[in-house]
């Protein structure tokens, strides 16, 4: 009686063997994918760092300046993408076709804006990060190395929304094989380039964060190169066959698209922006604050590929299972991922604890650094569960097609409280960035009682572009 119970139980909040297949499915390859890609990007920074912490603030620096334009690209194609996903879950693969292109070229779009910001006010925008508070780093060459850095990857701009445009396309449809295959092959390239081209190895000259910046762009290249062979050659993805035969996109749902997908595309510009204003409220305490958050986030950044998956895994499944037209199906699909998502990331944030003692000693800085790193560290850790709930609940929530609850949800909380917390909390006391950060970090207990509240209320759970497959495709 107490095992059936128990097993009622689990089946009720986590879901059977088929849930699980299901969700394994999805999220395994994207995982990977994820945490091998930021395992990377940590491999690269503690290359760049052990050149000096100049070379890695300022790599750091123009890194955040391009993660907004990386979030305008996943806005517009994630805006787009739940159309996708529900044209998949529908059978509607002209409505497929009708997607890639609207995101290609909104993406262009994107690509000619920021190389203009870029090109233009580049320089002038990392000079806002640079203050002297302290005895670690000198200005002058951090802004130096941060310019040169953010020229080099202005280049590896094009492929980069290519990638996008397909990964995205491939993942609303359940299918994460070639993104993943696409990303490693990357990875792998971008890691040896890494090595050769920063040291100096195999005849190449010692280049460091130019050598960096060259690496990634090049890899940016031969990803987008190996995802479009794969899905143009595959038989399996069907919706991409034909797709650049033409390049109409119908009024119709061009209007749609914008109406639900520019909601989601300003939330991502707008809360990107507002992650960059309340880095430059840290930086005010000084370039040794500077580089001790780039070697936390760059921690993070592996951490979060667990609730970032997860959270791209609720918007992709219970999307699929909304289009099929399963209103009850969705919702139950919706609460089991979410409390996966967070016991997975209890998991996870235990692991952030225990390497947060230990990861900072690998970087060639001063001891203030790693002494603020550590700290930093730990905050975050402790905050690794709460981030997963938050992270399903807005992916739940735009699964429905209700952009405007999740702009209101995600932007405009942030620019409304801790954007302006952050300001005072720099600029008004002279509390530390430990204690600032911890500020901000429980600032996000607010927005996880505001998101269950939206998802327990279930106006999320909508179905908007048609059950039968034959009407989808006459009316597309």
């Known amino acids: 009686m107490e095992k059936n119970g128990f097993r009622g139980f689990i089946e009720r909040y986590l879901g059977d063997k088929a849930f699980f297949k299901m969700v394994f499915s999805v999220a395994v390859p994207i995982l990977i994918q994820n945490a091998i890609t930021n395992f990377v990007s940590l491999l690269d920074n503690i290359m760049v760092g052990s050149v000096g912490t100049e070379q890695m603030s300022g790599v750091s620096i123009a890194n955040i300046l391009l993660f907004v334009f990386n ?39 994107l690509f000619v804006v920021g190389l203009l910001i ?3 006010l580049g320089k002038a925008i990392i000079n ?63 890691l040896l380039l890494n090595y050769v081209l920063i040291y100096g190895k195999l005849g190449a000259p010692a280049m460091g964060v ?22 143009h050659a595959s038989k399996k993805l069907p919706y991409f066959k034909g797709v650049w035969r033409s390049l109409f996109v119908p009024k119709a749902e061009c209007a749609s698209f914008v109406r639900k997908g520019f909601p989601i595309f300003i939330n991502e510009v707008l809360w990107s922006i507002s992650i960059s204003v309340i880095a430059q409220c840290y930086s005010v305490r000084g370039l040794a604050t500077v580089a001790a958050m780039n070697i936390q986030s760059t921690m993070n950044n592996l951490f979060s590929a667990g609730y970032v998956t997860m959270g791209a895994v609720t918007g992709i499944i219970v999307g699929n299972i909304l289009g099929s037209g399963d209103l009850p199906g969705a919702k139950d699909t919706a609460k089991k991922l979410m409390v996966f998502s967070a016991l997975f990331c209890t998991l996870l944030g235990a692991i952030y604890v225990g390497l947060a003692f230990v990861f ?27 981030e997963a709930v938050v ?16 702009f209101l949800f995600d932007s405009f909380f942030a620019w409304v409280i801790p954007v302006p917390v952050a300001f005072m909390l720099s600029r008004l006391t002279d509390l530390d960035v430990v204690r600032m950060y911890l500020v901000i970090q429980c600032l996000e ?32």
């Not at 990060?129 to 802004?143: C, F, K, R």
């Not at 992270?391 to 999740?406: D, E, M």
């Open 71 to 109: 979030l305008a690209i996943f806005g517009a194609t994630s805006g787009v993408g739940i159309f996708t996903a529900q044209y998949f879950g529908s059978k509607n693969e002209k409505g497929m076709k009708y997607t890639i292109r609207f995101s290609m070229y909104w993406g262009l779009v």
């Open 118 to 120: 870029y090109g233009g």
């Open 360 to 386: 900072p000693s690998v970087y060639n800085t001063t001891e203030e650094v790693k002494r603020l790193a550590t700290a930093v560290m730990l905050v975050a850790a402790c905050f690794v569960p709460l």
């Open 445 to 476: 207990i607010i927005k996880l009682i505001i998101g269950l509240l939206i998802f327990r209320s279930g106006i999320w759970c909508k179905n908007f572009v048609g059950v039968p497959a034959e009407s989808s495709e006459s009316q597309a």
């Open 210 to 231: 130019e050598g960096a910046a060259i690496a990634t762009v090049v890899s940016r290249y031969v990803e987008a190169i190996v995802l479009g062979v794969w899905c």
């Open 128 to 190: 806002l990060y640079l203050h002297e508070n302290g005895s670690t780093g000198d200005i002058a060459s951090t802004l130096e190395y941060g310019t040169d850095y953010l020229t080099i990857m202005v280049i590896g701009l094009p492929p980069f929304v290519f990638s996008q445009v397909y990964a995205g396309t491939v993942r609303s449809a359940q299918k994460t094989l070639p993104p993943m295959v696409s990303g490693l092959v990357a990875v792998a390239v971008n």
């Open 391 to 406: 992270n399903a609940t807005y992916f739940t929530i735009r699964a429905g097609g209700r952009t405007v609850i999740t």
